[in-house]
Antibody, heavy 118, light 107 residues
Framework: QVQLVESGGGVVQPGRSLRLSCAAS????????MHWVRQAPGKGLEWVAL????????YYGDSVKGRFTISRDNSKNTLYLQMDSLRAEDTAVYYC???????????WGQGTLVTVSS | DIQMTQSPSTLSASVGDKVTITCRAS??????LAWYQQKPGKAPSLLIS???TLESGVPSRFSGGGSGTEFTLTISSLQRDDFASYYC?????????FGQGTKVEIK
């Protein structure tokens, strides 16, 4: 069955960097677009980024554009989110999710918590 | 960016009630709108795409309607398992945006 497992979360100081990973299994990873979506504690959902199935196109939310980079390695069935210049407001659970083309994500991981604090 | 506004923010209802959540977009979406359910501590689950297409395995008591800028999610007869938060999301244009959410509570 479809499985998405995020890792790499933790506590990081403001201004520092962190890289999240999402290991995919149970489907043909290279055929699907992949998303990152985050949720600050007690808050709603915020769409972060999308990468096309082959990595050819990438889209970002306004609050992370220029600081975060989404990428993928289809040979490893793994999605990444490189987060630079982190701010306190980036504190959230980060979910990776699968989407077919430009369709909404249909399978989600369980999330990894990122806490930005000094 | 397209702003999504859900109402109400909180809804108190009883088992068996019919409930409707509204989502309004600041720009025309056509039918490019999805609904998600999220339970505490869990990832969201996709309920409806293209405004009214029920995802596989979603109970038929859920239905979606609307187009353009105004959309609805209706639960025809609320079940105990439905007490959760619900979010709309537009995917008509980037950046994709979510509504602020509606929490459905037990009355």
């Amino acid at each position: 069955q479809v499985q998405l497992v995020e890792s790499g979360g933790g506590v990081v100081q403001p201004g520092r960097s962190l890289r999240l990973s999402c290991a995919a299994s149970g489907f043909t990873f290279s055929a699907f677009g992949m998303h990152w979506v985050r949720q600050a504690p007690g808050k709603g959902l915020e769409w972060v980024a999308l990468i096309w199935y082959d990595g050819s196109d990438k889209y970002y939310g306004d609050s992370v554009k220029g600081r975060f980079t989404i990428s993928r390695d289809n040979s490893k069935n793994t999605l990444y989110l490189q987060m630079d210049s982190l701010r306190a407001e980036d504190t959230a659970v980060y979910y990776c999710a699968r989407g077919m083309g430009a369709s909404p994500p249909d399978y989600w991981g369980q999330g990894t918590l990122v806490t930005v604090s000094s | 960016d397209i702003q999504m506004t859900q109402s109400p923010s909180t809804l108190s209802a009883s088992v068996g009630d019919k409930v409707t959540i509204t989502c309004r977009a600041s720009q025309y979406l056509g039918s490019w709108l999805a609904w998600y359910q999220q339970k505490p501590g869990k990832a969201p689950s996709l309920l409806i795409s293209k405004a009214s297409t029920l995802e596989s395995g979603v109970p038929s008591r859920f239905s979606g309607g609307g187009s353009g800028t105004e959309f609805t999610l209706t639960i025809s007869s609320l079940q105990r398992d439905d007490f959760a938060s619900y979010y709309c999301q537009q995917y008509n244009s980037f950046p994709w945006t979510f509504g602020q959410g509606t929490k459905v509570e037990i009355k």
